[in-house]
């Protein structure tokens, strides 16, 4: 598998070369998207994967930070459809409770259609499902559970993708919690939400000794850190971890898993 940063940034526009979250993960079969914030598509462009060739995305929640382009992304595929011989691939969109409804809504409000009306009429489908625990693409298991970023009524899902042979886990963003450490298991990248330096602790979000409590605990291979606030860059180079392999993501990044 191949991880491809896409956004590691935040809902803070202050940092010219970070986007709000998003990633592309490669893999044999599928390449999924996890997240889509502003600036996804611009990035997107930009990468080594096209637009055309996403048919999974995974929405951790729906802060505007993790899903502003997603209708974007849809729009973008009708219109190479219509005036293009564009991509046929389908469009499988996963997100936490109440997902659907609110893609539907954005679909009515935002392209004047609905899921059923795009699906008639063009070559791809777009599906969108409420996900809570697991559920299986060709050749990959992917595991979810709920995190600590909100509310019980604003449900964010960190995500574990496995492949049988590696596993990257991302936590969505959330506080540091003992049963993430469990989720994230042996990982061999753990993708956390690092938002504020450790004298800013957000609750909400964990800082860069949560994150590398988190990957000790759960004996993971490699930690990113990503989901960065301004104050995360303004501290200036990391402070010496333990742990080995700790990356500060930057977006258009590649990390082999
Ligand atoms: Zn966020
Ligand atoms: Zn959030």
Redesign the pocket.
Known sequence: MRLHVIGSG??LFRQEDRC??SYILETEHHNILIDT?AGTVDNIVKSEVSLGEIGCIINT?R?P??VSDLIPIIQNRVVENVYYSGSEKNIDIYGPEGHESYVEGRVAEEMDSSLELLNEEFSFDVEVADVRESFKLVGLEIELREVEHGSDEFPCLAVRVDSGEKSVVFTG?TDYFEELADFSEGADLLVA?C?MPDDKKAEG?MTPSECVRLAEKADTDKLLLS?LYPDMDEEGELREFDFEDVIKAEDLMKIEI
Do not use: Q
């Open positions: 935040s809902c709000p979250a914030g929640h802060h930070d993790h963003d939400d938002s979000h989901h």
